[in-house]
């Protein structure tokens, strides 16, 4: 019962925030993973959002840890690094409570994460897996369109890029874009190089993503 009534809590905070707060957070874990690679791509991202599809995001997101129950402020997390991941048992609850009371949490394979981050997501979610998105999910038809699904921004191992997500009741709680390497592209160009083609789709399938979240 006090579970219920935690979860119902929480949900009643989520939903205001939902309809109202427009925040982000980055993620920090614990593992040794370089949670804090790619530092201007998420304000950059924010920008991005602001000035195309209206959205009114404060341009210098927070950093939250798993454990915090201060996430429950945020309706969108962002998480990325190369490495490690490893969760508690109570930050493996926090998030589950977290993410199945309304919120969000994208997490972008900047290359090397993707093998920790599977056993570490069957603590959140032990009877649930991560389900390949196809081209037709909505995540790819919101303020920009990607017909052919989620767009390859730097090669790595030169395999096709992925977006895998689990669902609560029909709803996208988590994304993880595999093999694309979003933030790459939402860092300032000198960072990479990247040509400006390529940064902007990486921006407009960021921006999708925000969309999702904030507007539906």
Known sequence: MKQLTLLFFVTIILTSLNSSAQQVAIL???GGGDWYSN????PNLIRFCNENINTKIDEKPETIEVGDAKIFQFPFLHMT?????????????NLNTYLLSGGFLHIDD??????????????????????????DHPIFNQEFQF????????EHDGKRPQAFG????????????????LGDGWEDPSVHNDSE????????????????????
């Open 28 to 30: 920090k874990y614990n």
């Open 39 to 42: 530092p201007t791509a998420l």
């Open 81 to 93: 690094g190369h490495g490690n991941i490893v969760f508690s048992s109570e930050e493996a609850r």
């Open 110 to 135: 900047n290359y090397g994460m993707e093998p920790y981050l599977r056993k570490e997501l069957l603590k959140v979610f032990p009877d649930k897996e991560l389900e390949e998105l196809g081209a």
């Open 147 to 154: 017909p052919e699904g989620l767009p390859k921004i730097h």
């Open 166 to 181: 689990i669902f609560s009741q029909d709803r996208l709680v988590l994304l993880f874009t595999f093999e694309a390497d």
């Open 197 to 216: 083609e390529v940064r902007t789709k990486a921006l407009q399938m960021g921006a999708n993503i925000i969309s999702y979240v904030f507007k539906n």
